[in-house]
């Protein structure tokens, strides 16, 4: 199972934390949100090779950290992050991800190890990680009919909504060669860089059935000073 971790935003609403690393270099309980990532993919049967990183800002900080921790963790720059999304930086995983099964995830949540156990014993080949039941404003939440999940958005409003994602997804080989088409259409034709991921696996969720993996492990996306002080009590 390949992973993809998206690693290039700035991390504006951490400052001064993030002056001078990038955000999943921040730690909690001295402890970087990227190594505890590392860490549970690790400990649940991923090799360090089949692991992607896409960095942006403060990269050289990320590669040297990544070089002397996991040597053979693969490293891409998306050398545009100024001006792009997250959309863009998996674009630029095609080459690598492109018709395989992988795990995508943010590089700024923290969260338990056995939602990566879980996440690879499922015998569902698409699935999107849901904290169900709960309604966080800033986050991505999914509607579901009857057990398919037919809309992925930050605009849902509480009482459509299914639950929150925690920004992990496992997406199979059939379904990342359609996600890749999307992903093509917006980078190539539109010239659309500056769009989420989720924008493209909302229109996949037409053609495409997910399922909501629902877990009650801790998790915290650490967007700011008040998440971050949140993941250190919970943690």
């Not at 080949?125 to 930050?154: A, H, P, Q, W």
């Not at 909302?202 to 495409?208: H, Q």
């Amino acid at each position: 199972m390949k992973v993809v971790i998206l690693a290039a935003g700035f991390g504006s609403r951490l400052r001064p934390l993030t002056n001078e690393m990038p955000k999943c270099m921040v730690e909690v309980n001295n402890v970087k949100i990227i190594e505890k990532q590392i860490t549970n993919l690790l400990r649940n049967g991923i090799k360090e090779e089949e692991i992607t990183v896409v960095t942006g800002y403060k990269t050289e900080k990320l590669e040297l950290y990544l070089k002397n921790n996991y040597k053979n963790v693969n490293i891409i720059i998306n050398k545009d992050y100024e001006k792009t999304n997250n959309m863009y930086s998996l674009y630029l995983t095609k080459n690598i991800v492109n018709n395989s099964d992988f795990i995508l995830m943010n590089a700024d949540v923290f969260f338990e190890e056995n939602i990566i156990k879980e996440l690879l014993n499922s015998t569902k080949e698409n699935l999107m990680v849901c904290d169900d039941g709960r309604y966080i404003e800033e986050s991505m939440k999914i509607m579901k009919k009857e057990d398919r999940i037919i809309e992925i958005s930050k605009k849902i409003k509480e009482k459509e909504a299914y639950g929150v994602t925690i920004d992990v997804y496992k997406i199979s080989k059939k379904a990342s060669n359609k996600l890749f088409e999307i992903i093509r259409e917006f980078i190539e034709v539109k010239k659309d860089l500056n769009s989420w991921t989720e924008v493209a696996l909302n229109i996949l969720l037409k053609d495409v059935q997910f399922d909501s993996l629902d877990m009650k492990y801790k998790w915290v996306e650490i967007d700011n000073q008040e998440d971050l002080k949140i993941a250190k009590n919970l943690f």
